[in-house]
């Protein structure tokens, strides 16, 4: 696993609507910037052993920055993985929808929900939002909330840009009523 750069931002919203936010609202992302292992071998049929291997290490690499840098019990959370033009979304969902991946951040954020995701082929600087929900109820409607993210030079033709984001919180001012009261 080639690592190029490894991004990672903190959002404060402190008003919302015109009211304050207190305390204030603490969103983090953390993207890394990684080699498309599949890159420049034409069509791969058993994406499998590259899984195994790199997976894991993302997830150990990711998960504890991210918690790290949102400073906070993390609520809601989620994950991308945004492919290089010269690869297939299917590299990306390969190595974020395993539980080699994703168990480390559900671990580090005492989570048991299943981790939104976002996938997509696009060129470098494009943004792209990362869905979050509840790290224990995904019918938790406060926590139905999408983070905006981008890296301006990933990822490259052959590269991965994958990602995971914790919110400290719901969305800011969150008032819609439970789920239950509608069923």
Same mark, same amino acid.
């Given at each position: 696993?080639?690592?190029?750069?490894?991004?990672?931002?903190?959002?404060e919203v402190l008003t919302?609507?015109?009211?304050?936010?207190?305390?204030?609202?603490?969103?983090?992302?953390?993207?890394?910037?990684?080699?498309?292992?599949?890159?420049?071998?034409?069509?791969?049929?058993?994406?499998?052993?590259?899984?195994?291997?790199?997976?894991?290490?993302?997830?150990?690499?990711?998960?504890?920055?991210?918690?790290?840098?949102?400073?906070?019990?993390?609520?809601?959370?989620?994950?991308?993985?945004?492919?290089?033009?010269?690869?297939? =979304?299917?590299?990306?969902?390969?190595?974020?929808?395993?539980?080699?991946?994703?168990?480390?951040?559900?671990? /580090? /954020?005492?989570?048991?929900?299943?981790?939104? /995701?976002?996938?997509?082929?696009?060129?470098?600087?494009?943004?792209?939002? =990362?869905?979050?929900?509840?790290v224990t109820d995904a019918?938790?409607?406060?926590?139905?909330?999408?983070?905006?993210?981008?890296?301006?030079?990933?990822?490259?033709?052959?590269?991965?840009?994958?990602?995971?984001?914790?919110?400290?919180?719901?969305?800011?001012? /969150?008032?819609?009523?439970?789920?239950?009261?509608?069923?």
């Amino acid at each position: 696993m080639n690592v190029r750069k490894i991004v990672t931002t903190v959002e404060e919203v402190l008003t919302e609507g015109g009211e304050p936010v207190s305390p204030a609202a603490r969103v983090a992302v953390v993207l890394a910037v990684i080699d498309n292992p599949w890159a420049g071998q034409g069509f791969v049929r058993d994406l499998a052993p590259v899984i195994d291997d790199v997976a894991p290490r993302l997830g150990e690499l990711l998960a504890p920055r991210v918690v790290e840098a949102l400073g906070a019990p993390v609520e809601a959370y989620g994950k991308a993985a945004i492919v290089g033009l010269d690869g297939e =979304i299917e590299h990306g969902s390969a190595l974020i929808h395993t539980l080699k991946f994703g168990d480390h951040f559900r671990k /580090a /954020a005492d989570a048991t929900t299943l981790l939104p /995701a976002v996938e997509k082929r696009a060129g470098a600087g494009t943004v792209f939002d =990362i869905p979050l929900k509840h790290v224990t109820d995904a019918t938790t409607r406060s926590h139905h909330q999408t983070v905006e993210a981008r890296v301006p030079d990933a990822p490259r033709a052959g590269e991965i840009v994958i990602g995971l984001a914790a919110a400290a919180q719901g969305r800011p001012q /969150a008032r819609l009523a439970p789920l239950s009261t509608e069923q």
